[in-house]
């Protein structure tokens, strides 16, 4: 069987991480901090699924009520459930649903993950960081200057969090990458603008950003920068020529490479 063809039951992770629809934001923010994942199911009083609650879903409310002056707090969440601001619309599939088929939802939707639900509960989550396993596995050798985004969204190490998280949002991505002279040094992510919430808008964004990145040359095999970036545990990979970036690696792209 093609490793495309495969049931997502054999990549997609489990138990499913939730919480109650009338949990409040600052619970969810807790836990998505606290648990590295990006957005977390939100279920029923019954189990079943109700909707996701997202990091984009908490910098976007949370930029609102946040102050605009200098020192103000970066984010403010206000005391409300998360019923109130996660999302609905949810992808889900069955765990015998393959993993093409995943991919392919994550492409069209937008979505970093897709919900497995069997008898009406969620069951497992089939994320882009798992699709870099099935990359790997599969030891797909197209260069990744193939799948790149190009330009990559980037910011000065010396700009502040304000700036940056502003940025996240008009441009509608989840990790913009620092430079200092026009070299990467560290990535500003949806993770690092939660983490900041506290921190005053003015704060310069090398003082909060990750120091883990993966910077590879542009033709490098797509399977050995997915295995690489999988061991590091980063979720971009940038691609680099002649200390130059020329663009990005992400989550949806890595999907591309596998959907139908």
Same mark, same amino acid.
């Given at each position: 069987?093609s490793?495309?063809?495969?049931p997502i039951?054999?990549?997609? /992770?489990s ?5 109650g ?5 600052? /619970?969810?923010?807790t836990m998505?901090?606290?648990l590295?994942? &990006?957005s ?5 009083d019954?189990?079943s699924? %109700?909707?996701?609650i997202?990091?984009?879903? @908490? ?10 002056? $200098?020192?103000? *707090?970066? @984010?403010?969440l ?12 949810v992808a889900?599939?069955?765990p015998? /649903? &393959? ?5 392919s939802?994550?492409?069209k939707?937008?979505?970093?993950r897709?919900?497995?639900e069997? +008898? ?13 396993m099935?990359?790997?596995d ?13 330009p %990559?969204?980037?910011i000065?190490?010396?700009?502040p969090?304000s @700036? *940056? ?11 913009l990458?620092v430079? +200092? +002279? ?6 500003? /992510?949806?993770r690092?603008? @939660?983490? $900041?919430?506290d921190?005053p808008?003015?704060?310069?964004? +090398?003082?909060?950003?990750s120091? %883990? ?5 542009v033709d490098t ?9 999988s061991?590091?545990?980063?979720r971009?990979?940038? *691609?680099?020529k ?5 663009g990005i690696?992400t989550?949806?792209?890595? *999907?591309r490479?596998?959907m139908e």
């Amino acid at each position: 069987m093609s490793t495309l063809n495969t049931p997502i039951a054999q990549y997609m /992770s489990s138990p499913v991480h939730s919480l109650g629809i009338n949990e409040n934001l600052d /619970s969810a923010q807790t836990m998505l901090r606290g648990l590295a994942i &990006s957005s977390l199911a939100v279920t029923d009083d019954d189990g079943s699924l %109700a909707g996701v609650i997202s990091m984009t879903d @908490l910098i976007h409310v949370g930029r609102i009520q946040a102050g605009s002056s $200098a020192k103000a *707090a970066l @984010l403010t969440l206000p005391n409300k459930p998360v019923a109130k601001y996660m999302t609905r619309d949810v992808a889900t599939l069955s765990p015998d /649903s &393959s993993i093409s088929l995943a991919a392919s939802k994550m492409v069209k939707g937008h979505f970093h993950r897709v919900f497995i639900e069997q +008898d009406g509960k969620p069951v497992g989550v089939l994320s882009t960081k798992d699709i870099m396993m099935v990359i790997r596995d599969k030891r797909m050798t197209i260069p990744i200057s193939r799948l790149m985004s190009s330009p %990559a969204f980037t910011i000065r190490a010396a700009e502040p969090v304000s @700036l *940056a998280t502003d940025r996240l949002e008009r441009a509608h991505v989840s990790g913009l990458v620092v430079v +200092d +002279d026009g070299w990467p040094v560290g990535i500003f /992510s949806q993770r690092e603008a @939660l983490e $900041a919430h506290d921190c005053p808008r003015d704060t310069r964004v +090398d003082e909060v950003m990750s120091s %883990a990145l993966l910077a590879l040359d542009v033709d490098t095999p797509l399977h050995r920068a997915a295995a690489q970036a999988s061991q590091l545990r980063v979720r971009r990979i940038i *691609a680099v020529k002649h200390r130059s970036i020329e663009g990005i690696l992400t989550g949806i792209d890595l *999907a591309r490479s596998v959907m139908e």
